[in-house]
Structure formats: structure tokens, C-alpha cells
């Protein structure tokens, strides 16, 4: 677990640089989650941070996540992925396993970054660790609006492309894409 965790703790990195890049003019533009601009993409991506510590640390939440808002989504992303890195380290049974946590924050980098047109600098390692766990927790059965049918990738798709197919997103996707 402690190499996944290592994995994460990049992963969070990456995903704050993301979310400290996004300007103010960036805030409306569409993103590969049909139904979040960027800036509800950020509160997204903060608020479930915020979540995650809390469960991995063992608190009680008494907010949705999906409800949050953000002054400083940089700064609050920040926080919280310490808190969570810091609980996963802590214990031998997550609340949350490190790997689909891998799944959630590389998957909705990427919809940040393609946004924003941004760099997607998630590793290999990190993508395939995401998407090994993803195929042995994810059924059809519990795709739906978070995660899509499984899209095609091509044939010379990254890691990451790979990941975000397997969940439902078109990897050639782009800001004029419907």
C-alpha cells in the first residue's frame, strides 16, 4: 500500500498544480464532465479532497461534496491532500483504497487539463495503477453518470488516455467536442 500511497501523493501534486493554474477567464469553459464548467470541476475536485481526509482520517462530514465552493481552491486542495496522504500513511485498512482515489483525481486532472488546456502529467505507473483498480471494482452495472460506457482508446493512447476511456471518457476530446 505504501508505494500506491506514494502514487497518490504525486497524483494530488499534479492535481493542485492544475487547479492553481486555472485563471479567472477559465472558469465557464466546458469540460469533458458534461455537466461541470471548470470552476465547478475545481470545487469538485476540492470538495472531494475535503472528503477523502475526512473518511481517511476518520472524521465525521457533515457537508456534500459535490456541494462545495471554494475561496481558495488551490490553497483548500492543498490542505486536504496532505490530510488524506497523511491518514492513508497512518493506517493498514483505508477507509478508501489508495487506488481509486488514483481514479478519481487522475481522472478529473485530465478533465481539468484538457479543459484548460494544460499538460496532463500523470505518470504510467500512476495511470495503471489507477486502471488495474478500476477493472476489478468497477462493474457495468455501476456505470452511469460518473462513469460512462468504456470508450475505445486508440491504439496509441497513453496510459492516461487509456484510463479516462475505460471510464467513459472520449480521450480525443477537446474543448469544441460535443
Known amino acids: 500500500m505504501a508505494d500506491d500511497v ?3 501523493e504525486s497524483v494530488l501534486t499534479k492535481t493542485e498544480a492544475l487547479i492553481s493554474e486555472v485563471g479567472p477567464e477559465q472558469q465557464l469553459l466546458r469540460t469533458p464532465c458534461p455537466d461541470l464548467d471548470v470552476r465547478h470541476l475545481v470545487d469538485h475536485l476540492v470538495g472531494w479532497a475535503r472528503e477523502c481526509a475526512r473518511r481517511v482520517t476518520g472524521q465525521e462530514s457533515s457537508e456534500d461534496p459535490n456541494a462545495y465552493r471554494s475561496d ?3 490553497r483548500e486542495f492543498e490542505q ?3 490530510r488524506l496522504v497523511s491518514g492513508l500513511r497512518e493506517t493498514d485498512q ?3 483504497p489508495p487506488g481509486m482515489l488514483l481514479m478519481e483525481f487522475i481522472t478529473h486532472g485530465w478533465d481539468l487539463a484538457t479543459a484548460t488546456g494544460e499538460p496532463v502529467t500523470y505518470s504510467d505507473a500512476e495511470a495503471d495503477t489507477a486502471l ?3 477493472r476489478t471494482m468497477l462493474r457495468p452495472d455501476y456505470r452511469g453518470d ?3 460506457p468504456e470508450v475505445d482508446p486508440p491504439d496509441d493512447a497513453t496510459a492516461v488516455e ?4 475505460f471510464l467513459g471518457r472520449d480521450p480525443g476530446w477537446h474543448a ?3
Not at 487509456?162 to 476511456?165: I, Y
Open 162 to 165: 487509456r484510463l479516462v476511456a
Open 72 to 74: 481558495d481552491p488551490a
Open 80 to 82: 486536504a491532500a496532505a
Open 176 to 178: 469544441t467536442s460535443d
Open 6 to 8: 506514494a502514487l497518490l
Open 132 to 134: 488495474a483498480t478500476g
Open 146 to 148: 460518473s462513469f460512462g
Open 94 to 96: 483505508p477507509a478508501m
